[in-house]
Every structure is written in structure tokens, then in C-alpha cells.
């Protein structure tokens, strides 16, 4: 993109911005604050960012945000993570080489993924195209299950230049990863989650359903915002987070809110070893050590397999 219509694209989308009605929750860190107080005493509070709220509150704050991010994320990703996250997400689809490796016949069936938090389709274009040029794989599918539907039009929208539009071989489907009851038991040969468990509001029971849904055998693989090993490099990291994310969030999207709340949800996702212990827990078998740092840790590719009980 040239430097003016770079700029061009970003004036429209401060614009575009500027006129629309604010969300409900703004200032997630600051103002909101005082008004923290849960609504009963039964509520049980979890975390929103830096900020402690009622779990039956988070769902809608983590919506709002996704809907007021929502056309202009990609935009956003390559700008916060300088391009990165392209390679990161090209490594994971690699890692995970779907698709059948059976020739041709009556006996391939093609795998049948589940892309969890797809939101506007990164990864499951990217593992159809996997299948289809690498796999030679025709018959692999992905269903993209999102709450967000939001971030599920611009999947769409995105989806109509790829050669998966109106096919077989690509679905929608709005959805709480916690609870999926129209997904059948042992169904699903790989689930996928990528930048999205942190924004659950109960990560466990997203990892209990991605158990129950998958067959025996099956694979759960996430890629999410980690912990950094080197203090040096993680200084450095936080400042970048912390100081220049919001900024590009204000100027791009003209919301510098929900890129304050992204940052924050980062800090506040388990560390790798945490997360590898609440994926054991809800069944899997952790293959080697669990998880894979990309550059430095600042995201993880963490895998687990659900065990094939024998009879
Ligand atoms: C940062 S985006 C990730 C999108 C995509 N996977 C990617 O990597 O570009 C996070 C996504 O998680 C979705 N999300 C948040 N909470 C969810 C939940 N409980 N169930 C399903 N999706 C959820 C949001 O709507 C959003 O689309």
C-alpha cells in the first residue's frame, strides 16, 4: 500500500469511526472502575482486561469489542504485530498439516476441522488452501464457529474471494465456545483456536467442550499471546503493548479502548505452563513438552490429543 493511500485508509476509518455511537462499556480500565460492583452477590467476578467484573457481565464486553474492532482487524493485526502474525499463523497451519493424506477414492473423507474464535476466517482459509494445494485434499471442511456475528460478516465478506465461498467445504456458525450443544459428540477430527480463549469467560469449559467434540484421536491446537521468556525482550515488549497498541488503536480505528482491553487480556491469560495443565485437565494427552514459543514466547502454539480408548 502507498504511503497515501495508507493514509487515506486510516482517515476514513478514524471518520467512519468518529460517527458511530459509543459502546456501553468504554474506558475498560479506568473510569469503569466504580462501577465494578457486582449486581449480586452470587455473581462471581472474573477478569476483563485489568478489570474485575461479574461473569455474567463479560460476555457483552467482550462482544462490544469485537464488534467495534471488527472491520477494521486485519488492518489492525498487521499494524500491531508488524506483520508477524501472518507468519505465525502460516506456521501453525503447517504444524498441523491438515487435510487427508490418502489418495483419492472412496476410502478419503476429507478432515472435518472446527475453527473456534475463526472470526473473519484467517485460519480456516488458510487450512482449506493447506488441504487442497499440499494434501491435495478436496473433501477437508471447516465449520468457523464465532459468538461475534460481526466478526463472523466480515468472515463472509472475506470468504466470497476465496474458491470455499457457497461450497460445501466452508460454514458459519455463531456460537459460545463454552456451550455447543449442536456440535455432536466424538465429531470432529481437529479444533482449532487461535487469539481467541482469552476473551473466554470460562476457558475450562471451552477446553472441556473441544474434548467432548473431538473424536478419539482428534487434536486441539491453539495458538494464543503468551508469556515472554528473556525480562529484557519482555520489557521491551510491554512498553510496545502497553504505549503504541492503544495509540494505532485510537488513530485506525478511532478506539483506543478495545486495543487497551486487548493488551490487557494478554497479560492476563495463564502462563505456558498453566495453560498445558488446564488442557491435561479436561482430557487430552499433551504430546512432548506441549507447546511451541514463537518468537520469544510472545505467542504459543500449545496441542493436546484426545486419547482412543481401547475397547
Ligand atoms: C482476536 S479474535 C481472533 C480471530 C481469528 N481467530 C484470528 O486469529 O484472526 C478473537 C475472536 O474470539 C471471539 N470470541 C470471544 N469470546 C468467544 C466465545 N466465548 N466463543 C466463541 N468465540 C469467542 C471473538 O468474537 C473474536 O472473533
Known amino acids: 500500500m502507498s504511503s497515501r493511500s495508507a493514509w487515506r485508509a486510516l482517515h476514513h476509518s478514524a471518520k467512519r469511526r468518529a460517527f458511530q455511537p459509543a459502546t456501553p462499556y468504554r474506558c475498560f480500565s479506568c473510569t469503569r472502575r466504580a462501577q465494578d460492583q457486582p449486581k449480586s452477590e452470587q455473581d462471581r467476578m472474573t477478569h476483563f482486561g485489568f478489570t474485575n467484573v461479574p461473569e455474567s457481565e463479560k460476555e457483552s464486553r467482550v462482544g462490544a469489542v469485537f464488534s467495534s474492532v471488527a472491520s477494521s482487524y486485519d488492518t489492525m493485526n498487521d499494524l500491531m504485530s508488524l506483520g508477524i ?23 478419503r473423507k ?38 461475534n456475528a460481526d466478526m463472523l460478516a466480515e468472515g463472509r465478506k472475506r470468504s466470497v474471494q476465496t474458491p470455499y465461498y457457497n461450497t460445501s467445504r466452508l460454514d458459519f456458525v455463531e456460537a459460545n465456545a463454552e456451550h455447543m450443544p449442536h456440535i455432536p459428540d466424538a465429531s470432529v477430527d481437529l479444533y482449532t483456536v487461535v487469539f481467541g480463549i482469552r476473551n473466554f469467560t470460562d476457558k475450562q469449559a471451552a477446553l472441556n467442550e473441544a474434548f467432548r467434540v473431538l473424536k478419539p484421536g482428534g487434536v486441539f491446537a491453539c495458538m ?24 494505532i488503536g485510537q488513530l485506525v480505528a478511532g478506539d483506543r479502548d478495545s486495543y487497551q482491553y486487548l493488551v490487557e487480556s494478554i497479560e492476563r491469560f495463564p502462563s505456558q505452563d498453566e495453560f498445558r ?35
Open 224 to 247: 494464543e499471546f503468551s508469556k515472554v521468556d528473556n525480562p529484557v525482550f519482555d520489557a521491551i515488549y510491554k512498553r510496545w503493548n502497553f504505549s503504541a497498541i492503544p495509540m
Open 85 to 107: 502474525h501472518r507468519l505465525w499463523k502460516d506456521h501453525f497451519v503447517r504444524s498441523l498439516n491438515p487435510g487427508s493424506p490418502l489418495p483419492a477414492g472412496p476410502h
Open 110 to 147: 476429507g478432515w472435518n476441522i472446527l475453527d473456534i474464535a475463526g472470526g473473519t476466517g484467517d485460519i480456516a482459509f488458510r487450512m482449506l488452501d493447506h488441504a487442497t494445494n499440499i494434501n491435495h485434499d478436496i473433501e477437508t471442511r471447516v465449520t468457523i464457529s464465532d459468538i
Open 277 to 311: 495443565g488446564m488442557i491435561q485437565k479436561a482430557g487430552f494427552m499433551i504430546p512432548g513438552k506441549g507447546y511451541e514459543n514463537l518468537t520469544g514466547g510472545i505467542a504459543a502454539i500449545h496441542k493436546g490429543i484426545k486419547p482412543v480408548v481401547k475397547a
